[in-house]
Nanobody, 117 residues
């Protein structure tokens, strides 16, 4: 099974950018649908963006036009470029992967993003 480790979180001011990375190991992500989620304090987990094994992205309305998901299968990496960050983007961000044709989701441990207003 794949193991996922997120990095790149931190404290930024509103309007700034961050790039999150998700490093996969133990399995190639070539046949995985990859996604980024977040969970803000007191709120439910929210799907932000996903990217198919073929590289087609989908975005939640809340991040459309500000966030970009990408993948580098050769490096076994997934990224989330976050621009024009808002205070309400403050949350723990999680990388997730699901092998195509299966229902099992694998998760990283999360990385904290804090946006000061």
């Amino acid at each position: 099974q794949v193991q996922l480790v997120e990095s790149g979180g931190g404290l930024v001011q509103a309007g700034e950018s961050l790039r999150l990375s998700c490093a996969a190991s133990k399995s190639s992500i070539t046949t995985y649908v990859m996604a980024w989620y977040r969970r803000a304090s007191g709120k439910e987990r929210e799907l932000l963006a996903s990217i198919s094994s073929g590289g087609r992205p989908n975005y939640a309305d809340s991040v459309m036009g500000r966030f970009t998901i990408s993948r580098d299968n050769a490096k076994n990496m997934v990224y989330l470029q976050m621009n024009s960050l808002k205070y309400e983007d403050t949350a723990v961000y999680y990388c997730s992967g699901r092998r195509v044709g299966t229902q099992q989701n694998y998760w990283g441990q999360g990385t904290q993003v804090t946006v000061s207003s």
